[in-house]
């Protein structure tokens, strides 16, 4: 009988454990219980031309260099012919204006590559705008997520970054 009460108490006690472990870890930064995507973004109304350049400030405003500029929309036009690509409507193009903007901060990539030189993978940061020609005035504004490699100085490095371009962002669509 004592045999039968301490294995119940042990097997209690293991489960309970075994919940603690799992709350523990959902709410710890090493492991996330909400999905991540690979990007995060806003909507804003208004005029393409004046949401870009209102992310362009965002960006220069803090001291950093826009490296490139891609208009994809425009290469999505050029060359939907030679792959057969349309989108349903018929058209080239779902976008009625896209761009991305590639640029980096020396001071969080050196901090980033610190850590870890995988952190190479974060660079250059991009932040993206787009209209889509169904929704014209709806200007979608956004980033590509970086992602750290999983050590602790590498995600607080990365974390810096994601919120340099999460403040550029919101700034763009105030």
Sequence with gaps: ?????????????FLAMCAFAFVSLCITDDIRCEPVTGSK????????EDVLFDLQNAIIDRGLVID?????QEMLERTSEAVGSATPS????????????????AKLTHEA???NPLNIAICP???FIFEVRSEPGKI????RR?????????????????????????????
């Design 146 to 174: 970086p992602i750290a490699e999983p050590s602790e100085p590498s995600r607080k490095a990365i974390a810096k970054v994601e919120a340099l371009l999460d403040e550029i962002v919101k700034q763009a669509i105030k």
């Design 125 to 127: 940061y991009i932040v």
């Design 1 to 13: 009988m004592k045999s039968h009460v301490r294995s119940t108490i042990m097997r209690k006690y």
């Design 140 to 143: 979608h504004v956004g980033y």
């Design 113 to 115: 590559v610190g850590a």
């Design 90 to 105: 018929g058209g080239k193009s779902p976008y009625a204006a896209a761009i991305y903007l590639h640029f980096c901060s």
């Design 68 to 72: 490139y500029t891609g208009h994809l």
């Design 41 to 48: 973004s806003y909507v804003k109304s208004g005029k393409f």
